[in-house]
């Protein structure tokens, strides 16, 4: 299995608190992903990185922020969660830009 | 702007027969496509994908899909399923000069293989 893990797997938290989700990769690959998976709608991009410091923006960015300060670690932010972020997060990686290679286990968040 | 369809929300088949999934995709440009597997309560994995050459791809666990680019298909394929074959699969297209493989996905096909 691709080193990839995601921290925490589960959490619950309250309309209004930041939370910062923990994407970890042992692999050096350049590009890494978040992606929010909810029925009905399959998995949408959120944000993604295609270096140290460099981000950009997918199709579900709204209310979410990113950092990269290593290659290994990419941090996902609510800075305010709301209901609608209620969802299973998934990050991934890939060497090059030809779409994700490896998904991590997920990280499922549920907003009261 | 691309999207992707997948005919199918579930396909029940029995152990050791063929199966299809279907996968259309729309887009002004050239794509690259994917499919991808999820076991349950697990993040995906990439099955096989389709960037270039030969437009028959063959994959993981004895899957293989093919490219139709007149008709705009990605449709997996497997001559023989396993129980173990049962998960959710999904199709994904960026198109080529999208920097970073940003995908889009379909919205998913539970396969279910029944003894």
């Known amino acids: 299995d691709a080193g990839i893990t995601q921290s925490p797997r589960h959490k619950v938290t309250e309309t209004g608190t930041p939370v910062t989700l923990r994407c970890h990769q042992t692999e050096n690959h350049r590009y890494m992903y978040w992606y929010r998976q909810d029925p009905g709608h399959g998995l949408r991009l959120i944000h993604y990185?295609?270096?140290?410091?460099?981000?950009d923006k997918g199709e579900v960015s709204d209310g979410y922020s990113v950092s990269r300060s290593k290659t290994e670690d990419f941090l996902l932010t609510l800075e305010s969660a709301t209901s609608s972020q209620t969802s299973v997060y998934f990050c991934?990686?890939?060497?090059?830009?030809?779409?994700?290679?490896?998904f991590g286990p997920g990280t499922r968040l549920t907003v009261l | 702007a691309q999207s992707v369809t997948q005919l199918d929300s579930q396909v029940p088949v029995f152990e050791e027969a063929p199966v299809e999934l279907r996968c259309n995709y729309s887009s002004s440009v050239s794509v690259y496509l994917f499919w991808y597997v999820q076991y349950p309560n697990q993040g995906l994995q990439l099955l096989l994908k389709?960037?270039?050459?030969?437009?028959l791809v063959k994959g993981i666990n004895g899957f293989e899909a093919e490219f139709n680019k007149s008709q705009t298909s990605f449709h997996l394929r497997k001559p023989s399923v396993h129980i173990s074959d049962t998960a959710e699969y999904f199709c994904a297209v960026s198109h080529v000069y999208n920097q970073g493989g940003k995908l889009i996905f379909g919205q998913g096909t539970e396969l279910s293989v029944k003894p």
């Open positions: 990185s295609y270096g140290v410091k460099d981000t």
């Open positions: 389709y960037l270039s050459g030969s437009t």
């Open positions: 991934a990686i890939s060497e090059s830009g030809g779409g994700p290679r490896y």
